[in-house]
C-alpha cells in the first residue's frame, strides 16, 4: 500500500486549522492509501527517506504556507511528488496556483497524480520557491520572526512595519547579477537599498513588482531600487500600487540565472528573507533551480 505523508506545520496562519488536516488524513485513507500525519521536519525527512527507498511513497503534502513548502521540499526527494494544502497567512504560491484550501480536493489531486513541473531558487544553501528580498520587508519579517511565538497574524506585521519604518536605516548593498543566454556569459551590477529576486509573479498584500516572472523558464526575475528611504520608500511602494514603478529613475530590473548580494558599507548589514522566512544578513547569493519542484495540481 502507498503511503501519503502530511507534513503540518502547526504555526502557520493565524490560528490552528489541524482540523482541516485531521480531514484531509480521513480522505485520503478513504482512497486507499496510508497516511501519516507528521509535525517535525527531521522526522519528516527520516520517514520519506524510508518509503522513498521501499518505493511506497506516493506523495507528501505541505500544510501549511510558503516557507512549509521550502522547508518540506527540501527534506524530501526532488522527485517525489509534493501537495499543496494552503494553512498559510499568504499563501502566495497555492494562489498562483489556484489550489483549493479544502481536504476534499486536496486528496483526490493526490489520488489523481497530476504533475506540473516548477523552478526554485537556492537561497544561501536553502530552497525557495516565491521570491527572495534584500531590505525593508525583510527586516519586518526578522521583527516578526524573532517576537513570534506561536501563530503569525496579520497585525503583527503591521507592528513590525511601523517599528521598522521608524528604525530601519536603509543601508546600501551591491547586486551583481549574471545571465546566461547563447553560452555567453552577461553580468550586470549596481547598488541598491531594497531589492526583489522573483520566481512566481506574487508578493505579499496582492502587490504585483514583476507581473512577466515565469516560474517555468529557467531564470530569475530581478528588480530593485537604486535609492530609497523612509521618506522615498512611501512613494515607491505608492508607485508599486499602481503599478509604475518600472518606469521610475530609480528602478532596474532584468533577468539572471544567479544573484550575488553584499553588504557595501561599514555598519549593520541588510536582511535578506526568502518565501517569508527570515534568512540572516548579507551576503547570500541566490540561483535558479530549473524544474526543482514536482508539484500536484
Not at 8 to 20: I, T
Not at 167 to 193: C, D, K, M
Not at 214 to 231: K, M
Request: net charge positive; hydrophobic share 40%.
Amino acid at each position: 500500500m502507498e503511503t501519503v505523508l502530511i507534513a503540518a506545520n502547526p504555526k502557520s496562519g493565524s490560528k490552528s486549522r489541524f482540523e482541516l488536516v485531521t480531514e484531509l488524513e480521513h480522505r485520503i485513507g478513504s482512497l486507499g492509501y496510508r497516511c501519516e500525519v507528521i509535525t517535525q521536519l527531521d522526522e519528516l525527512e527520516r520517514r520519506a527517506q524510508i518509503l522513498y527507498g521501499d518505493r511506497e511513497l506516493r506523495a507528501v503534502v505541505a500544510a501549511g504556507g510558503d516557507g512549509t513548502i521550502s522547508a518540506v521540499a527540501q527534506r524530501t526527494p526532488s522527485d517525489v511528488p509534493l501537495r499543496i494544502l494552503p494553512l498559510g497567512s499568504e499563501n502566495l504560491l497555492a494562489n498562483y496556483l489556484s489550489i483549493s484550501r479544502k481536504p476534499i480536493d486536496c486528496a483526490e489531486a493526490v489520488h489523481r497524480n497530476q504533475i506540473r513541473q516548477m523552478d526554485g531558487m537556492d537561497v544561501g544553501g536553502r530552497l525557495a520557491f516565491v521570491m527572495a528580498s534584500v531590505g525593508f520587508d525583510a527586516e519586518v519579517v526578522r521583527r516578526v520572526h524573532q517576537s513570534r511565538k506561536s501563530h503569525i497574524t496579520r497585525w503583527a506585521y503591521r507592528y513590525s512595519a511601523l517599528a521598522a519604518w521608524i528604525l530601519y536605516g536603509w543601508p546600501a548593498f551591491s547586486i551583481r547579477i549574471h545571465h546566461v543566454e547563447n553560452n555567453v556569459v552577461q553580468t550586470f551590477e549596481g547598488t541598491s537599498r531594497w531589492c526583489f529576486v522573483f520566481n512566481v509573479p506574487r508578493y505579499a498584500t496582492g502587490l504585483s513588482l514583476l507581473p512577466d516572472s515565469d516560474p517555468s523558464d529557467g531564470l530569475l526575475n530581478v528588480g530593485y531600487f537604486e535609492r530609497s528611504g523612509r521618506i522615498r520608500g512611501i512613494f515607491q511602494y505608492l508607485q508599486v500600487l499602481r503599478g509604475n514603478h518600472r518606469s521610475k529613475k530609480h528602478w532596474r530590473d532584468c533577468l539572471g540565472s544567479e544573484v550575488q548580494l553584499c553588504n557595501c558599507q561599514k555598519g549593520k548589514a541588510p536582511q535578506f528573507q526568502y518565501d517569508g522566512d527570515w534568512g540572516g544578513v548579507l551576503p547570500v547569493s541566490i540561483r535558479i533551480l530549473a524544474r526543482r519542484l514536482k508539484l500536484v495540481i
